[in-house]
């Protein structure tokens, strides 16, 4: 049984999300590097690159960075971005990593966390940015706030974007998230391209616990790149920042 992350990251998905935009990631990029106090040439994981925006804000910024990515194809348009061949691009399942590690951090945002239906699942991902990570380096994991998700759901939303019309439903079921995206192009009668997200919620107490069973130190919680302070109630992100302890 193929999971929706081994289809939904192709070439739909540079339609639907073609409106984040790289001048954004450069801004996160710098509110991160001041959390996580890296040094020049500091060597930088970026678990589930995508297209590769951060990472290239990230070795726009002096760093050494590594992009890991399950999607052939968001990697193929990270490598046409980075027509200097700055960043070290790898195709990888984030549960198995095949690297030596010793980096001085690792990050993973936008969500690019809780595909998986067990718990063990999600726990060899930390495991593995544990793995990464030198002692004493730090990390990111940039999550979206659950009570805020269940609170502001959209459950249907429809736009038109290049002869595309897509519509997406949104439901929150058995402890997941859950979006259905349709795309039909415009003026075709075919059925429409139908694909599936879903991500496991977590409260901040649950993926402390995780984060604590892996063998990671959370060190601080953010709401967002603009928000110092996380607040169960209204921030829309909860953006762990912390670090592996030196043994």
């Given at each position: 049984m193929t999971e929706w992350y081994e289809e939904s990251f192709g070439e739909d998905y540079?339609?639907?999300?073609?409106?984040?935009?790289?001048?954004?990631?450069?801004?996160?990029?710098?509110?991160?590097?001041?959390?996580?106090?890296?040094?020049?040439?500091?060597?930088?994981?970026?678990?589930?690159?995508?297209?590769?925006?951060?990472?290239?804000?990230?070795?726009?910024?002096?760093?050494?960075?590594?992009?890991?990515?399950?999607?052939?194809?968001?990697?193929?348009?990270?490598?046409?971005?980075?027509?200097?061949?700055?960043?070290?691009?790898?195709?990888?399942?984030?549960?198995?990593?095949?690297?030596?590690?010793?980096?001085?951090?690792?990050?993973?945002?936008?969500?690019?966390?809780?595909?998986?239906?067990?718990?063990?699942?999600?726990?060899?991902?930390?495991?593995?940015?544990?793995?990464?990570?030198?002692?004493?380096?730090?990390?990111?994991?940039?999550?979206?706030?659950t009570s805020y998700v269940t609170r502001h759901l959209v459950p249907h939303s429809k736009r038109e974007t290049e002869g595309h019309r897509i519509e997406e439903f949104r439901q929150i079921k058995d402890g997941f998230v859950q979006k259905e995206i349709h795309i039909t192009d415009s003026g075709s009668s075919q059925k429409p391209r139908i694909h599936e997200e879903r991500v496991k919620l977590y409260t901040r107490e649950q993926l402390s616990e995780l984060l604590q069973e892996a063998g990671l130190v959370v060190d601080q919680v953010h709401g967002g790149y603009d928000e110092e302070q996380y607040d169960e109630q209204d921030s829309p992100r909860m953006i762990f920042v912390g670090h592996r302890p030196v043994e």
């Open positions: 540079l339609l639907v999300y073609k409106h984040r935009d790289v001048q954004g990631a450069y801004e996160e990029v710098h509110k991160m590097i001041n959390w996580l106090k890296l040094e020049q040439q500091a060597r930088v994981l970026d678990l589930c690159c995508g297209m590769g925006r951060h990472s290239l804000a990230l070795a726009d910024a002096g760093f050494r960075v590594t992009g890991i990515d399950l999607s052939d194809v968001l990697l193929r348009e990270a490598r046409q971005m980075d027509t200097e061949n700055r960043v070290e691009w790898v195709h990888a399942d984030m549960r198995n990593l095949p690297l030596q590690g010793g980096f001085d951090a690792v990050v993973n945002l936008f969500t690019s966390f809780g595909y998986f239906r067990e718990d063990g699942e999600q726990l060899k991902v930390l495991q593995g940015i544990r793995h990464m990570l030198k002692p004493g380096g730090s990390y990111i994991i940039d999550f979206m706030n």
